[in-house]
């Protein structure tokens, strides 16, 4: 039948959070709609964010946020289509983000771990972060020990293959 999905459940031992692939011929209608039922039903406990864009109020999906910064004394939000206003404390954002998703790399940025491409160890002392849509950051000093045991001890440190 031609739009019937194929639906199939593998269970595996090593995966702690169900993971989702989409094998399609093209980008179609009817996958947007598959991908969105999938994140309503998902991120039911996470509230998308309210962010401004320009003069118009917009929803962010937590997934799509790369990273939230204070800067100048205002809060940026930031995904790969734009950088957002938030008129939130960086602190009252980091109530509602997903804890398993974004961590506090410093005391004016929270980051979302799933967007990070790579974490530069060559520095003494320091890490450099650079997310998968080319922005690069650093990890406070302060931060440190709680980014290395925090990827040590998670699925992304063998997803990313960093030790």
Known sequence: MKNMVDIEVVINEKY??????????????QVEN???????????DFPQIVANDNDK???IS??????VYAESRRVYLQTVEGLYTVKRTLSGLEEDLNPDRFIRTSQSEIINIYKVKSFDVSFSGTIGVEFDCGVKS????S?????RSMLKESKICMERSWN
């Open 34 to 44: 598959i991908i969105y039922a999938i994140e309503n039903v998902s991120e039911n």
């Open 62 to 67: 937590q997934r799509d946020i790369v990273r």
């Open 138 to 141: 650093w990890v406070s000093r």
């Open 57 to 59: 109020l917009v929803f």
């Open 143 to 147: 931060r440190i020990k709680q980014i």
């Open 16 to 29: 702690t959070d169900p993971k989702v692939t989409i094998l399609t011929r093209a980008n179609t209608r």
